[in-house]
């Protein structure tokens, strides 16, 4: 570290006007070749610029610390190739720090004023970013996937529909605390009876024109949530069906359809591997209700026979929860709740989509 404040320069080689030269300061390594690239010489007895080789006196190595440079104290004698020998050492400091990469590079002008004027020019400050917490709660309302949405009481995109969400209260709060404290407020519901996981970060420079704005998108999910309540910032709450978002019929503020999108896709795709459908169950169920819930979230009817096989065959999945329950007009059937595993094997594929509803999606687009 003593090193990185030595700069080995050529006294005789860099007069005064040549100190504005670049040199290239680097790691402990670059200053050491740095010193076999460049050694001062400084001559006791020959001042004249012109003399013979046989009368050239011993060279004798000389450290100069860049603050003398700086300030001036040490004036160089003079030298009849003072910008070769200058231009040289640039060059091949220019040439080792791209080859060998230093950890640490700092271009330095060899002018004092120019020096401290930059160093203060460059000080690096953070850039001012606001975090947020968003909310993509998903429940089935009469058969039908529905997610909550917000219209928005304040500027920006003042009563334009949105997904629930806010700033952080303080410096200290958790991104998890804040996302159960949203939640808490939009649906009533304690964070136990839900299931919330976080789903992605959203933090593109434009999406929100009060500035740097990243975003925290949770995916949250819970059976026969009541009617949603508005926060304090929201003029209104409704659930909406999944299809009207995904399809672009609700026009959503800032990136907040995107958003939407991908919490839809993500409950879709778990739906293949793991037990995440029964947080859209009550705490027992049949398993017919268990099949609304696929239909619902697949947008898709699914064979009941096979869907029975398939639950079945997942071992683990669901686990019998005791005496059966009789249906309207139908035999008794038994009840279930979740089973110990969260991972589903083997796995429910999703069918297929139809081309009646590829159709739906690409007019939606």
Known sequence: MRNQNWAIATARAVPADHRSRYVQLGTLDMHRRLSRLAVARTSASSASPTHTPAARPSAQARRVRVPELLRGDTEPAGHDRPRRAATELTARS??????QRPRVALLVKLTGTEYRKGMQADAWSPTPVLLTVDLVIL???????????????????????ALPGGFLNHAGEEILDAAHRELREETALAAGLVHLEQLAIYGDAGRDPRGRVVSVAHLAIAPGLPEPVAGTDAMDAAWVPAEAVLSGEVELAFDHRRIATDGIERARTKLEYSALATAFCGEVFTIVELQRVYEAVWGTELDTRNFYRKVQAAKGFIIPAGPVRRTTGGRPARLYRAGPKAVLFPPLIRPAPSTTEEDTREAGK
């Open 94 to 99: 220019a040439s080792f720090a791209q080859h």
């Open 139 to 161: 429940t089935l309302r009469e058969g039908r996937l529905c997610v909550l949405l917000v219209e928005r009481g304040e500027d920006p995109f003042q009563g334009m529909l």
